[in-house]
């Protein structure tokens, strides 16, 4: 059985005054759902914070990206070893946002998934389409595209150190989630494709659903046999909402 994880993405958003109360709430609901793993993925500002309030918590904590380089004149980025340093486990690559404004491709995005891995952190791969690309039918080539590109940069045993997420561009912060049947369809394609190279990676890999969810959708989702659990944007900034999916998922 597939533990799940529901990971929130706080994208561009908190403070260091307000981040301890939404922390501590998250961290005492987290220790009340033992069978389902949590994490908040924080700006790197941030990253001390939360390194010293949720340091032997029920909540594991990350960053929204990691550079693909490992030290070196790279202004503006910050290295896995860095955030090793500040006790993350985890790293979001190739989210939508960065590959749309910092125009990341799918050979960056698997370069940061290897420097991750090769550093021992997991990056949290994602991997969607956009709303055009499914009109036109693209949906399935898009994401395998995506996916194969860090399959065969990592390789697949390295494939087990990862954790993938399928969040539709379309679905992103709009209030309108992916159908269970659309997202069941995609996540059961992405773990075939893994398992094709490697039955036990394939089946093992956590595949998280992201894109508008929330507690009112969330149960629907998270029974979904290849939903491993959610990535969670607008809804981690509220510990409520954030933990009435982890609840789901725990239900589910
Ligand atoms: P929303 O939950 O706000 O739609 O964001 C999803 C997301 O992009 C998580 O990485």
């Known amino acids: 059985m597939r533990t799940k994880l529901i990971a929130g993405n706080w994208k561009m958003h908190g403070s260091l005054a307000g981040n301890p109360a939404l922390l501590q709430s998250v961290a005492s609901g987290a220790a009340t759902l033992p069978t389902v793993s949590f994490a908040v993925l924080v ?3 941030y990253l001390a914070q939360v390194q010293a309030r949720l340091s032997g918590s029920a909540c594991a904590w990350g960053a929204q990206d990691v550079s693909d380089e490992v ?5 503006g980025e910050v290295s896995a070893a860095m955030l090793l340093d500040f006790g993350c486990r985890y790293a979001v690559v190739g989210h939508s946002e960065r590959r749309a ?5 799918d050979a960056r995005v698997a370069a940061k998934a290897l420097a991750a891995v090769e550093a021992g952190l997991t990056p949290i791969v994602c991997v969607g389409e956009t709303l055009a690309e499914r009109e036109g039918g693209q949906t399935l080539a898009v994401v395998f595209r995506q996916l194969d590109a860090v399959l065969e940069r990592l390789g697949v045993r390295r494939m087990a150190g990862t954790v ?7 679905a992103i912060g ?3 989630s992916a159908t269970p049947d659309q997202a069941q369809e995609v996540h059961a394609a992405l773990r075939q494709r893994v398992s094709n190279a490697d039955w036990v990676v394939g089946g093992g890999l956590q595949i998280l659903y992201g894109g ?3 507690p009112a959708n969330a149960l629907e989702l998270m029974r979904l046999p290849d ?7 607008g809804a981690s900034l509220a510990a409520d909402d954030f933990l009435g999916i982890g609840r789901a998922a725990a239900l589910a």
């Open 164 to 170: 993938l997420a399928y969040e539709p561009v379309w």
């Open 43 to 45: 700006p790197f500002p």
């Open 71 to 75: 030290r070196g004149a790279f202004t």
């Open 174 to 176: 709009t209030g309108r």
């Open 227 to 233: 939903i491993d659990g959610a990535l969670v944007g």
């Open 212 to 214: 508008s969810v929330k």
């Open 101 to 105: 404004r910092h125009g990341e491709d």
